[in-house]
């Protein structure tokens, strides 16, 4: 049996995850999508060689075995409580929107009820399977430093609030330190990745530090963990999307991966 993709959201990700199926990469088939910008959500579809719908979101999750949210952290609620209501499985790709507790204890709760899966792939960072791992003795602390280029900063609303001028930075700049929940509110399209690191860690202190590099071309995520375990490091040097220099290529390729997994019968890692 095939398995019937929604997907939400039809932005740079949403983009390459469509035609990651379109190309048959995944062993699905995309059968509907959904934008509130709906000019975005057509100009995706003609690219496409299959004929997936434009369905508003609850005939979405109707026709779909798994809902794929690729839109923004402001939609995740609406679109969790679409899909997980409905008994549908859900990837969320703007996992920041978890560090609220009270809408992950209602995806939790939503999903144990009705029997679902939610899936968080890794985005733009690498050794989760080690961070879980550990997270089965204690982690005691995880730090991520995450550098880009300025421009990957503008219109985050830490940068609108406080009048960064990031046009006028020449050299590394620290422009944000502060504990994971704090980061993706103050960045809510850069640093997901904190989000997912703090679900993993399980409870234990997540901090991070946020850089501006003129200099440089490439998104850099560098982390730290340590515990009972010993210390785990990992630096992944990523290719901006072309489409938009906020997120990593290696985001929408997670999600790719992460469908791939799903429908493969040999699951791979921790």
Excluded: W
């Excluded at 035609?19 to 059968?31: K, N, S």
């Excluded at 991070?208 to 010993?230: K, L, M, Q, S, W």
């Amino acid at each position: 049996m095939v398995l019937k993709i929604g997907l939400v959201g039809c932005g740079a990700i949403g983009l390459e995850i469509a035609r990651a199926i379109d190309r048959g990469e995944v062993e699905a088939e995309l059968v509907a999508v959904f934008d509130r910008n709906g000019d975005r959500a057509r100009e995706l579809l003609k690219g496409l060689r299959g004929k997936p719908r434009l369905l508003e979101l609850e005939e979405l999750v109707e026709g779909s075995d798994i809902v794929v949210e690729a839109a923004s952290q402001r939609a995740v609620p609406e679109v969790a409580r679409a899909a997980l209501g409905r008994g549908r499985d859900l990837m969320i790709m703007s996992v920041g929107a978890l560090l609220d507790p009270g809408l992950r204890r209602t995806v939790e709760e939503l999903a144990r009820d009705r029997g679902c899966r939610v899936y968080l792939p890794s985005g733009a960072i690498s050794g989760l399977d080690g961070l879980k791992s550990a997270g089965a003795g204690r982690i005691d602390i995880v730090t991520l430093t995450t550098t880009k280029n300025p421009r990957g900063f503008a219109g985050a609303p830490y940068i609108e609030e406080r009048g960064i001028d990031l046009s006028a930075i020449s050299k590394p700049m620290v422009i944000f330190e502060g504990p994971a929940e704090e980061a993706v509110s103050a960045f809510p399209a850069n640093v997901n990745v904190a989000a997912t690191l703090s679900l993993t860690a399980r409870g234990a202190r997540v901090r991070v530090r946020i850089v501006a590099d003129p200099d440089i071309e490439v998104n850099i995520h560098e982390i730290c963990a340590e515990g009972d375990f010993g210390r785990i490091t990992t630096r992944v040097e990523n290719v901006p999307s072309p489409r938009n220099p906020k997120t990593s290529r290696l985001a929408a390729l997670s999600a790719i991966a992460t469908l791939r997994s799903i429908v493969e019968p040999v699951k791979i890692g921790t």
